[in-house]
């Protein structure tokens, strides 16, 4: 008789297949599910994978499955994992494990001693080698944003940017109610949940909006291509008066 070996790891949902958006700058979407206010969720959110050399480092995971995880392989080798949010982070772990990856994590976020995890450090080189680190100073919740120095500056957002345009086939009917009642689909945008928990001060986007790119990857949404620091600086000075 057989006996079923269950796995310490969140199973893998549904998403699409990775889409190369840049030269070396990959993107999948795929869904998430979760508790929240006493009410299940299920939406859309948005892992990215960026290729230095033949290392790929992974943004915002989203587990993938057999399938996935073998158009993932034959991009290069998983050596390293970043956490920007501290509401993300569900499938960390599985990567970690599977590859036996580095884990890095924004200062403040509770780090893993089974993962190894490490802080992001604005002062020490970060394992991406042409990013720099964005640091959100007046948050309340630890968050982070990568500039990669590609292609005219690409922004890697986790929840603090999003670029939610509609809803799409990762979400359920219900959720799309909710959020279209709470202003999620406003293309860049910042994300209402995070802006809630967070509270960050206009001083934060202030600075964000002083730096150069075009493009903006973000953990939930539409890549936000070409106009991005446009698009963004206008939603900033409407909220913030920026």
Partial sequence: ?????????????????????????YFVSGAMETVLMDMDW??????????????LILINTVRLDDQGLAQLDRLGKVTDVIRLGALHGRDDAFYVDRY????WVMPGIEASD?????????ASPLPISDASLFRFETSNVPEGILNLQRDGGILIACDALQNWLSPDEHFCDETRHRMEGMGFFTPANVGPVWLQAAE???????RLAALNFRHALCGHGAPLLDSAHGQFSATFN???QC
């Fill in 42 to 55: 299920q939406f859309s959110r948005n892992m990215t994978i960026v290729r230095d050399g033949e290392r």
């Fill in 114 to 122: 089974a993962m190894g995890s490490r802080p992001l450090d604005q």
């Fill in 100 to 103: 036996q990856a580095r884990h």
């Fill in 200 to 206: 960050p001060a206009a001083e934060d986007f202030r």
């Fill in 238 to 240: 409407r909220m913030f």
């Fill in 1 to 25: 008789m057989e006996m079923s070996v269950t796995s310490p790891f969140p199973p893998a949902l549904a998403h699409g297949a990775i889409e190369e958006v840049f030269t070396d700058v």
